[in-house]
């Protein structure tokens, strides 16, 4: 794959470092490939905002920063605000559904998903996995990491004692993204 | 309806393997006979009567993996060996919480079944976000208070001549409880995204 930039953007307690951070390890360690994260807090945006900066490649790679992703992950309108203007031409939105209203500063020519991954993680039992739902949904829009891989990612990384939940988590997002796409059990069917 | 990551298999101490899993439609006549089989001192203290056929209907009715997620262990001719059952709301000010009710066929019992039970039922209930486990355990169940012990559970509370046995004598019942809710400090902890040294 060609090097991928993505941007994972939101507040704290949400969970964006891991996501980012799940998704690089996602990559680096099951699925063979080089990633590198950066993240950053606080002053880059108001409030406790915070954001991850993941690139993914088949080569090493020697400039981590992502100035223009390909794939933006937001999980707040100030996130959305601050970054969408900087997505790539061509490239996908990822964002919250009911926290973040599209507008004008989508750039032309770029795919936008939403998932109401609140909601759906609080009907899992805990709004703290919205991010792993989120890493689901990524997987399954963008198969920029197999799922396989981001699954053994996640069960890896998340404290002990939660890795089923995180994993239904997972799926819930990953099925979402999946059935979207069309590419789901209960994504657009052809009549026969 | 399915549960996550069931059926699993389960090896008891003496090397016996059981088939975890969860109660389905099909169990309602197995299970009754694995209660009726119970001797009458491991019913005595059992909150329903668990022999009835009303019970048995009830039960199966309200299973719905999500307030009600009972499992069985069952031997490899399906026979049911025990049932442990976890009991939630959804709503209201004990939504955190879960009770776990738990029974092991006399023959399996002091194998060490009781004990992998539990442990499969704190994996559920902490999969379903549940914060607390709470059993409601009679003061002389020495193998009951010693797995739930053995599974993280305290002694929380006791209520004083609380239960009356199908003969009719008083005893204390002992309310043990597993706080679970560190794991998801743990959990809040990682997804905090907050560092005072870069300014968060
Ligand atoms: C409580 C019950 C589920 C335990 O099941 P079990 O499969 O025998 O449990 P385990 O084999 O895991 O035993 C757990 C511990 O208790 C001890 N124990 C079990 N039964 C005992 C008894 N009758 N007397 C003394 N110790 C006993 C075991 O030796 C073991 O301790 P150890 O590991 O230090 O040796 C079972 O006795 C039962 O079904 N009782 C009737 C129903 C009931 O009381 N349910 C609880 C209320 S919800």
């Known amino acids: 794959m060609p090097k991928t930039e993505i941007r994972v953007g939101g507040l704290g307690g949400q969970g964006v470092i891991l996501c980012g951070h799940i998704i690089g390890k996602a990559a680096a360690i099951y699925d063979n490939k080089h990633a590198t994260l950066i993240q950053s807090f606080g002053p880059e945006a108001r409030g406790s905002a915070c954001s991850a900066q993941v690139s993914l490649a088949d080569e090493p790679i020697g400039y981590p920063y992502v100035k223009r992703p390909d794939v933006l992950i937001v999980m707040s309108p100030d996130a959305y605000s601050q970054f969408a203007p900087t997505l790539k031409p061509g490239g996908i939105l990822l964002y919250e559904s009911e926290l973040v209203s599209l507008d004008e500063k989508l750039p032309e020519g770029v795919t936008a998903y939403g998932i109401p991954a609140t909601r759906l993680a609080e009907e899992l039992g805990r709004r703290l996995v919205l991010n792993i739902v989120m890493v689901g949904f990524f997987v399954g829009t963008t198969a920029l990491v197999s799922a396989e891989a981001a699954e053994r990612a996640v069960v890896h990384s998340v404290p002990k004692g939660t890795e089923q939940l995180n994993q239904r988590a997972f799926r819930k997002g990953l099925e979402f993204g999946l059935n979207l796409t069309g590419q789901g059990n209960g994504g657009p069917r052809h009549d026969a | ?200």
Request: with cysteine; hydrophobic share 40%.
């Open chain 2, 1 to 200: 309806m399915t549960l996550e990551g069931y059926p699993r298999d389960l090896t008891c101490k003496d090397g016996t393997t059981l088939t975890v899993r969860p109660v389905e439609a099909r169990d309602k006549d197995a299970l009754l006979a694995f209660y009726r089989e119970l001797p009458e001192e491991d019913r005595l203290f059992l909150r329903d009567d668990v022999t009835s056929q009303l019970w048995a209907d009830r039960f199966m009715a309200s299973i719905d993996y999500e307030t009600v997620i009972p499992l069985l262990a069952v031997t490899a001719d399906q026979e049911i060996v025990a049932n442990g059952t976890l009991y939630r709301t959804l709503h209201g000010w004990t939504r955190h919480v879960a009770e776990v009710r738990l029974a092991v066929a006399r023959p399996y019992q002091r194998r060490g079944l009781g004990t992998a039970m539990l442990r499969e039922l704190v994996r559920v209930a902490t999969s379903h976000g549940v914060e607390k486990i709470v059993a409601s355990v009679v003061d002389n169940q020495v193998g009951a208070i010693r797995a739930f012990e053995k599974r993280g559970f305290h002694r929380e509370a006791v209520l004083k001549g609380h239960v009356k046995d199908i003969r009719g004598h008083k005893r204390d019942l002992v309310i043990m409880a597993n706080d679970v809710s560190h794991i998801w400090e743990a959990m809040a902890a990682m997804v905090a995204d907050y560092s005072p040294t870069l300014g968060g």
